[in-house]
């Protein structure tokens, strides 16, 4: 019987997923993208017909309803579920996918709507759910939390005996021309970076204000950028999994105008995720906001520049001192050539297409919930390579 391939969620990184598993079709073998909104389904499923070739399926879903999707899933009966839809739906996908049997993946950490909360608690919790239905669930197969876990796991297991402190540095030199955008999801996103910053010290969470940490990084092929402190999901399964860390931070590279723009916002209350009352209407402002800001999969077309995002680890090899930085940069206009979509879109859907590959193939595989740092990163490392996202490791890292 051939294999089935169940994306949910037909956003900007939803389109990379479809293009990516069609480009790999010998191994995701029949596809179908569903979504909240078919026609955007429709849209990429005519682009990658007339891209690559291949014919994909498309279905209306709601990710909220667990009993519709299970009667879908029994229906289609696929192998596996990608999920990129928001992380909004992570735990509904889960059950339906524990329900039927069927193998599960995301890119994002499930948040609660109503609290801008980033933690694995809930998903952590369905473990002993996905052993029972002999499943596997692979939480975080995105770039940042994703290849940035699989980064770690590389270092530890070919640099050093003990890691002793990681900075994940995540920079987007992209430029779409317009005064204010975001790169995916605007509510997902606004909501992350005006979140207060947080890193880990010594067995400690340390929190600080939004942006108040802020270090200049030079990020190879793009230059020095203002780099600021943000919590980011993946360090709170990378405190658990890698050996001796004493330290972990998360930077983000944002401009002047973007920082302006965004402060402007929260202080209006155009951040909020309260509903307000609107001549008698309820409306919650970041959802208002996400309507009138431009659709982050009409970016592709018209930005240009590069994003690179890696980590820099230092510790200890056979007694001596050392560092590692591992990096992968990627162009914005040759992931639109590809797969009409812009870099930070093509960074997340790629590395949710490999790990979905690395599990049908069977190279990763395993019953309940893991996280990446878990699984052997030689096999998505080489899969990087050969997938689009070339990686780069220097040792001993000297900013030039
Ligand atoms: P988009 O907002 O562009 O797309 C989300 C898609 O999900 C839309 O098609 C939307 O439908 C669909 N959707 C929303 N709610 C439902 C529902 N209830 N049922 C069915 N479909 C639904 O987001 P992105 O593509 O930018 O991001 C997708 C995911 O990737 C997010 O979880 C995001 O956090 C994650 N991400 C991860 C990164 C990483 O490196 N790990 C980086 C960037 C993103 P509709 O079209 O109707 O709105």
Known sequence: MSRKTLIIGAGGVGNVVAFKCAMNADVFGEITLASRTVSKCDEIAQNVKAKVGVAIQTKQLDADN????????????????????????????????????????????????????????????????????????????GFDPGATNIFCAYAQKHYFDEIYTIDILDCNAGDHGYPFATNFNPEINLREVSAKGRYWENGEWVETEPMEIMQVWDYPEVGPKDSYLLYHEEMESLVKHIKGLKRIRFFMTFGQSYLTHMKCLENVGMLGIEEVEHNGCKIVPIQFLKTLLPDPASLGPRTKGKTNIGIYAKGIKDGQEKSVYIYQVKDHEECYAEVMSQGVSYTTGVPAMIGAKLMLEGIWSGKGVFNMEQLDPDPFMEELNKQGLPWEVIEDYKPQ
């Open 66 to 141: 667990v009993d519709e999707m299970i009667a879908y899933f029994k229906e289609l009966q696929p192998n596996i579920v990608i999920n990129v839809a928001l992380p909004y739906q992570d735990l509904t996908i889960m059950d339906a996918c524990s329900a039927c049997g069927i193998d599960y993946l995301d890119t994002a950490n499930y948040e609660h709507p109503d609290t801008a909360k980033f933690e694995y608690k809930e998903q952590w919790a369905r473990d002993g759910q996905f052993k029972e239905a002999d499943i596997m669930g692979l939480l975080g197969s």
